[in-house]
Structures are given as C-alpha cells and as structure tokens.
C-alpha cells in the first residue's frame, strides 16, 4: 500500500497524482482534503479542510520559521493529522508520497514510514524545505537534470536522492488531434491556483494584437475547460502561467508559448519562466505585458524551434512511479533494536 497526499490549492498537485497513482502496480490511497476525484482507482480520504489559524486564532504558524503551517492548538490541522495517522497505523504504507507539505512528511517519518516529496522550482533553501528534504528518502524533480541547478536554488545538496523524471500530464500518451494549427489563434491557460489576472486585460491585449484570434480556457472569463487537448494542439501560440502542471500540458501538445508567471511563494513560477526563456523552450515575461507589446511576443512566440522535448521526456509519470516502487522495494521492513534512551 502507498499513501499519496494532495496538496489542496490548485489542480496541478492533484494532476500530478493521478498520473503517477495510474502508473503504480501497488494500491494507492488518496489523502486531502480535497473531494475525491473522478476516476481515482484507489481509496480515498478526504481530509478535515478546516483551519482555525486562518480566522486569526491560533499563532505562530511556521514554529519560529521551522515549518510551513502549523498554527497552535489549531483543530483543523490536529484533526488532520491525525486523520493520516490513524491510516498510517492501519494500513502500514510502504511508502507515503508529499505533493506536497513539510508536515505530513515529518509526521509519516517520524511513524517510520519512507516519504518521497514531490519538488517545486525556486528558492527553497529555508528551513522548512531543508527540514523536509532532509527526513525525505526520495525527492522527485518534475524537469530535467541539465536545468535543475538553474531551476532550484541549492539543488546540488539534495542531488544524491533527487530523480529528475522531467515534465509530466495527463496528456502525454494522448495522440495530438488531426487538425492543422489554427493560423492567428491564441490560447490563454490560465489555473485555478489564483491569478490576478483580469478579464479586462484579455480584452486590451486582444484589442492591441488585431491579427490575431485569442481564446480563454481559465477562469477569468468563467468558461472553464476541464479537456483543453484539442484547442491546445491547434493553437498557433498558447499563453500561460508557469505552473508546472499547466507547462507539462503545452509541451505534450508541442506549441509554443508566452509564459507568464503568476506570483507564487518562493518565486516559483517567476524562476521557471526565467529558465524556460534563457535555454529558448518559451517565450517568458516577469509580468503580464502591456497591450502594446503582444504583437511583438506573439510573432517571437510562433518563430520558436519546438525545444519542449528538453523539458518533458513524454513518460515522467512512470519514471516517477518505478522510483517510488524502488524505494518500496529497497526498505522493506528490517527488525531492529531499540536504541538507548539519550
């Protein structure tokens, strides 16, 4: 059995899962508090989503700086966690995966149980991160190795237990739809992790590139598309954020893109554009452009070599699977002596 915690904000987190859950020989069981979702194989528990310290009760969220959230005597969090206990000590996992929370992998290692964290571009040399990193037995980086030192602040630290399995969706195995690209037509990809993004802005940069067709597949407009595949595939130039999950399903369809970050802690999306754009797989920008400057992006944007193979091998999700049934596989249960109290 293998735990797979699911980060709740955004759908990139629990993207990530069920591609590599459907890729896992063993059962995998669900832990978030997000509602379980369509198509999931395995069990699922839906975890308490109440938290306390966020209507101002509770205090010292981060423990003097050491982790993320965990606000005093926060009935949520409790409840929470010891929802993932009680399962941990009934179903005994050989592996707990983190998509990802420094807290659920310190509470599953300190029951004895292997984590493997998902990673995340950025800055993440705090000591949350290092803490989490540190008790990990396996960090899974959704890139490829030649761009992770580029990519993550610190990476060669963690290089001795860090798989680069590169980009993954759920698209990657889907054969790219018939139709030619659409000439002038230009997708906007837009997540539901928060954006400031606003609808008026789409109409002033639609306004500024004439030429071109734009279309809004996000929730800025309100019409969300929960299957983008073919709009995707016959786009002339898809405009993004930069999450990892939303890059992963551009380059499954090979077009090419105006990356746009949406902040993000730990400068996240803002150091994934910056990457994508120095090595010429995107087009990035540190903010949404002003109006006139989309008929120049948008030109440099269709001129770009497809270059998404160096980001996304077409099979991360297994590559990711059979590293965490390695680790399965290699700690299997040993018997030891209790050591001496110090």
């Given at each position: 059995m293998i735990g797979y915690y699911?980060?709740?904000?955004?759908?990139?987190?629990?993207?990530?899962?069920?591609?590599?859950?459907?890729?896992?020989?063993?059962?995998?069981?669900?832990?978030?508090?997000?509602?379980?979702?369509?198509g999931w194989l395995g069990d699922w528990i839906q975890l308490c989503a109440e938290d306390a310290g966020e209507s101002g009760r509770g205090g010292d969220p981060t423990a003097g700086g050491q982790l993320h959230w965990a606000p005093l005597r926060d009935g949520g969090l409790r409840t929470r966690m010891g929802e993932i206990a009680a399962w941990v000590v009934r179903y005994d996992p050989s592996v707990l995966v983190a998509d990802v929370s420094v807290e659920v992998t310190a509470l599953a290692r300190l029951m004895g149980v292997p984590v493997a964290c998902m990673m995340l571009p950025g800055?993440?040399?705090?000591?949350?991160?290092?803490?989490?990193?540190?008790?990990?037995?396996?960090?899974?980086?959704?890139?490829?190795?030649?761009?992770?030192?580029?990519?993550?602040?610190?990476?060669?630290?963690?290089?001795?237990?860090?798989?680069?399995?590169?980009?993954?969706?759920?698209?990657?195995?889907?054969?790219?739809?018939?139709?030619?690209?659409?000439?002038?037509?230009?997708?906007?990809?837009?997540?539901?992790?928060g954006s400031s993004l606003r609808e008026r802005d789409l109409h002033e940069a639609a306004a500024a590139a004439?030429?071109?067709?734009?279309?809004?597949?996000?929730?800025?407009?309100?019409?969300?598309?929960?299957?983008?595949?073919?709009?995707?595939?016959?786009?002339?130039?898809?405009?993004?954020?930069?999450?990892?999950?939303?890059?992963?399903?551009?380059?499954?369809?090979?077009?090419p893109a105006?990356?746009?970050?949406?902040?993000?802690?730990?400068?996240?999306?803002?150091?994934?554009?910056?990457?994508?754009?120095?090595?010429?797989?995107?087009i990035a920008v540190p903010r949404?452009?002003?109006?006139?400057?989309?008929?120049?992006?948008?030109?440099?944007?269709?001129?770009?070599?497809?270059?998404?193979?160096s980001w996304s091998f077409g099979d991360g999700a297994r590559r990711a699977a059979a590293a965490i049934e390695s680790l399965a596989a290699r700690t299997e249960r040993t018997y030891l002596p209790c050591a001496s109290p110090s």
């Open positions: 699911v980060h709740h904000v955004g759908l990139g987190h629990l993207q990530q899962a069920r591609c590599i859950a459907a890729r896992l020989n063993d059962d995998v069981t669900g832990l978030s508090s997000l509602p379980r979702p369509a800055a993440r040399n705090d000591a949350a991160h290092r803490l989490g990193w540190s008790l990990a037995d396996l960090l899974l980086a959704p890139w490829p190795d030649t761009l992770s030192t580029q990519l993550l602040t610190g990476a060669q630290e963690w290089a001795t237990k860090t798989r680069h399995v590169g980009a993954f969706s759920r698209f990657d195995e889907r054969q790219r739809v018939a139709r030619p690209v659409e000439a002038r037509t230009v997708v906007v990809l837009q997540g539901r992790g004439p030429c071109w067709r734009w279309s809004d597949l996000g929730s800025t407009s309100g019409r969300w598309v929960d299957d983008p595949w073919p709009t995707l595939c016959t786009a002339e130039v898809v405009v993004t954020h930069g999450g990892l999950n939303a890059l992963a399903e551009v380059a499954a369809a090979g077009r105006v990356v746009v970050p949406a902040p993000r802690p730990h400068r996240e999306q803002v150091t994934t554009a910056r990457v994508l754009g120095s090595n010429k797989i995107a949404w452009p002003d109006p006139g400057e989309w008929p120049a992006l948008l030109g440099a944007a269709s001129r770009l070599e497809d270059r998404w193979p």
